[in-house]
């Protein structure tokens, strides 16, 4: 029996397909097939199925809101389980609690709706809440560390856990998350109760300069690059003279140098190689190193 039809036996109420295109769930519009793609409706069923492809020794994939994110070409082997059905946000206390699955502007959102401030600087970051834990998000001073309270996970044998904030110690785009390499199912954000219009005011501005300055009409992977230390890499690449510079269908984006757009027909091959390429050019005019923020998963075509 083959491992697909293994799983299928093993979990008959899941929701399985065969052969996925991951294009479908990547900003990028690019990416392979996953051999095997399941997107659990609840914890229990997210759990059982690390726990069964730790047992049997496959390999297991997670995906949240792939907003930064290139899947390479070749797709990815094994198990692919995408956690956009845990998605539930409520409330308690000054407290919001959020599925993984939850996007991150919609957690904001809910937070203006009830008056709790502390989420305004993730009010235009489009990634979910299982990967903004996962890599420390941030954008305009804030990041998710200033406020996340607690998270419960899973180990990559099934093991849940509730870690506390002390647990969960995070720096620049890095985390207790992704050092563990743990699977986010719920989070909890500590956040203060104030009045809503200087929240709504903050996060209207936001806004407005996430729109005036980022290539929303196009599809990308956000932010490619971190911010190398004394420097700014969308100020590297723009000095660089790469604005503009495309290969394939992907190009560095004309409005802002920090970001690689799809502006038709490119592939995460494309992606890689213009990456690649701004990294030498960079080194060459610099002497500094960008190192990629965006994560990079699956195999060459």
């Known amino acids: 029996m083959s491992i697909a039809n293994q799983i299928i036996k093993q979990f008959p109420d899941l929701l399985i397909k065969k052969d996925e295109p991951l294009s479908k769930y990547t900003y990028t519009k690019t990416g ?9 409706r609840t914890v229990s069923e997210a759990q059982a199925v690390v726990a069964f492809a730790a047992s049997e020794a496959i390999a297991l994939t997670i995906l949240g809101n792939g907003s930064n994110l290139i899947v390479k070409d070749g797709g990815i082997r094994g198990i692919v389980m995408h956690l956009d059905l845990l998605h539930t946000i409520r409330r308690e206390d000054t407290c919001i609690i959020a599925g993984s699955g939850a996007k991150l502007i919609e957690v904001s959102r809910f ?10 600087f993730a009010c235009g970051i489009p990634g979910s ?7 420390n998000a941030g954008a305009y001073g804030g990041e998710i560390s200033d406020v996340l309270n607690s998270a ?12 506390e904030r002390d647990q969960l110690a995070a720096k620049y785009r890095h985390s207790t998350i992704s050092e563990k390499d743990l699977i986010v199912l719920e989070a909890e954000f500590a956040l203060t109760l104030t009045e809503r219009q200087p929240i709504e005011t903050k996060m209207a501005e936001l806004t407005e300069a996430r729109e005036s300055k980022q290539p929303l009409e196009y599809p990308s992977c ?6 190398p230390p004394g420097h700014f890499a969308g100020k590297l690449i723009q000095d660089s003279g790469l604005q503009g510079k495309q290969i394939g269908g992907v190009q ?3 409005k802002h140098a920090g970001f690689m757009v799809n502006v038709g027909g490119g592939t995460a091959t494309d992606y890689l190689h ?3 390429y701004v990294q030498q050019t960079v080194k060459e005019k610099f002497d500094v190193e960008l ?11």
């Open 152 to 163: 419960t996970v899973l180990t990559r044998t099934g093991e849940l856990l509730h870690l």
């Open 222 to 227: 956000g932010s490619v690059f971190k911010r």
């Open 291 to 301: 190192e990629t923020e965006v994560k990079i998963i699956g195999e060459d075509a």
């Open 32 to 40: 392979g097939q996953a051999d095997i793609f399941i997107m659990p």
């Open 252 to 254: 560095v984006s004309l």
């Open 129 to 135: 809440i299982g990967g903004a834990l996962y890599m």
């Open 111 to 120: 937070a203006l709706s009830e008056s709790l401030s502390g989420l305004e």
């Open 274 to 276: 213009l990456i690649e």
